[in-house]
């Protein structure tokens, strides 16, 4: 049955950390282990939330860099990362306030919803049903060793394939540029937070339109236009 107009979007397709659940205090602890055992000093929660963004080993790699440490084998460091966080993954780890009823929301409006994250597919979906929200996706898709990273639009479009819902049927939500870049590239309308871990202003990413607060993304979904081919 074709759906009306007022339906759109069919789907709403969110970034994990730093858009649904504040993942910061949990990375820094793991990234600290990592260097301590090195011999660096660690990184507060603050300047960590800076450095997230592209995956663990652009995580480590950040680090090094503010260490003046620029020539160094991270395959290693990453290695002592992983082991550290998949054994914490929501020690700290908290949904956004408002998540879970935005999720609920969105599920008795007939949306369908995805998750498209640069993290680690089994953390991803480790950390989903630890705090209790996996329930909410449809589709889940986190990195992959034979699939590309956002910015590419590749992971996005694994989400909504699965989904059933063709590109210029959907929203990305995220919190920095990678996930707006990752829209576009796909088709999709990005939308992205205030809040996150953005290196830059969000209101600089490009994005379609920019929110405050989880749950102002019903009423904003509203205000939106399928993006132009």
Known sequence: ???????????????LDGTLIDSAHDLADALNYTLGLRG?????????????????SKLVERALRAHGVSEIELLPLAADF??????NLVRHTTLYDGAAELLET??????RI??????????????????GIAKYFGAINGEREDQARKPSPAPLLGVLHTLGVSPENAVMVGDNGADVECAKAAGAVPVVFRYGYASI????LGA???????????E????????KK
């Open 1 to 15: 049955m074709k759906r009306e107009p007022q339906d759109w979007p069919l789907a709403v397709v969110f970034d």
């Open 40 to 56: 660096y000093a660690p990184f507060p929660v603050a300047k960590v939330k800076e450095m997230i963004g592209g995956g663990i």
């Open 82 to 87: 992983l082991y550290y966080y998949e054994e």
């Open 106 to 111: 969105l599920k008795c409006k007939g949306r």
């Open 114 to 131: 995805g998750l498209c994250t640069n993290k680690q597919h089994r953390f991803a979906s480790g950390i989903v049903e630890q705090l």
């Open 201 to 204: 202003s969000p209101d600089e």
């Open 208 to 218: 379609a339109a920019v929110i405050d607060h989880l749950l102002d993304l019903p």
């Open 220 to 227: 904003c979904l509203a205000t939106l236009r399928p993006a």
